[in-house]
């Protein structure tokens, strides 16, 4: 079979979709609809209308790239070379002694331009 005709999106594709956002948005209908009901009862409408939505985009074109798009991504996460627990305490412990010096920084030179600007504009008494 065409990977080429496999990728394309078709108008079936797109009812699919549409079929989706509308049993999300009729789930979110359906939740406000029978306030009168259990709070328990309507999440779990909510959540199984959400997950049908869910089933049924995966069924198209976009939802098999979206899944093919999460695999790849789980796949890039496992070759990532995490930091060990002493990295991630020193750099975090450099960055925040950065942020402070250049806080103290920035407020001295505050300080100093607001001492100037004062002077200049013979605000300063």
Do not use: C, H
Request: cysteine-free; charged content about 15%.
């Amino acid at each position: 079979m065409n990977t080429k005709a496999e990728n394309e999106a078709t108008a079936i594709d797109a009812a699919k979709l549409a079929v989706a956002i509308a049993v999300v948005i009729g789930s979110i209908v359906g939740y406000y609809y029978y306030a009168d009901y259990s709070s328990l009862l309507r999440t779990i409408g909510l959540l199984v209308g959400f997950a049908a939505a869910v089933v049924i985009g995966m069924q198209s074109v976009q939802g098999r790239e979206l899944w093919r798009f999460i695999q790849a991504s789980r796949v890039e996460m496992r070759k990532v070379v995490w930091p060990t627990r002493e990295e991630a305490i020193q750099t975090t412990v450099a960055v925040l002694l950065f942020a402070l010096i250049m806080g103290v920084f920035f407020w001295l030179l505050d300080l100093f331009l607001l001492w100037g600007t004062r002077m200049i504009t013979a605000g300063g008494g």
